[in-house]
T-cell receptor, first 111, second 115 residues
């Protein structure tokens, strides 16, 4: 019940494309849903986050869509750039503030 | 204070040796977390502190692992009698409990290789 399932495992797009990464959770107690970006050899960096009382949140080129009834949320990257090439992790927060991470999506954006 | 700091960045050790990692959180953050990340996987929760109190430990944290946060500031994670399966990136994160959306900020991690 604490799992967060993430797909796809990898994604290849051309510059300007809109990659979409999906996550599904099971535990309805989760109350906070962040996305992290990680470059090789670095720690995860918070990208954008949403709470379940909001269906969409946009920050710059990054948008989270949230579907509470389906227990799913997704990350959209508008006008993707080669510098966006990284691994992206969705996560869900349990009531003690412990994060449960998905398995990650490796994104490659080609010029 | 520019963020969460972890030392060392890399550690190579022989099987059976003990290792200790240090994490310095963002100064005003009262919560500190340890995660472990293996290649191709997401970070997995190990344990967390609120101030100096260790509030939760994962089943992943065997009795060879111990974490401390004396005085509620920096934290150490010690692994005794290391095994090859301990090879991973050990990540530290910190957050503040005082805000409703308690964002967790991660350090650069310590890459452990057990040979």
């Amino acid at each position: 019940q604490q799992q967060v399932k993430q797909s796809p495992q990898s994604l290849i797009v051309q510059k300007g494309g809109i990659p979409i990464i999906n996550c599904a959770y099971e535990n309805t107690a989760f109350d906070y849903f962040p996305w992290y970006q990680q470059f090789p050899g670095k720690g995860p960096a918070l990208l954008i986050a949403i709470r379940p009382d909001v269906s969409e949140k946009k920050e710059g080129r990054f948008t989270i869509s949230f579907n509470k009834s389906a227990k799913q949320f997704s990350l959209h990257i508008m006008d993707s750039q080669p510098g966006d090439s990284a691994t992206y992790f969705c996560a869900s927060r349990y009531n003690t503030d412990k994060l449960i991470f998905g398995t990650g999506t490796r994104l490659q954006v080609f010029p | 204070d520019t963020g969460v700091s972890q030392n060392p960045r890399h550690k190579i050790t022989k099987r059976g040796q003990n290792v200790t990692f240090r994490c310095d959180p963002i100064s005003e953050h009262n919560r500190l977390y340890w995660y472990r990340q293996t290649l191709g996987q997401g970070p997995e929760f190990l344990t967390y502190f609120q101030n100096e109190a260790q509030l939760e430990k994962s089943r992943l944290l065997s009795d060879r692992f111990s974490a401390e946060r004396p005085k509620g500031s920096f934290s150490t994670l010690e692994i005794q009698r290391t095994e090859q399966g301990d090879s991973a990136m050990y990540l530290c994160a910190s957050s503040s409990q005082t805000r409703r959306n308690t964002e967790a900020f991660f350090g650069q991690g310590t890459r452990l290789t057990v040979v």
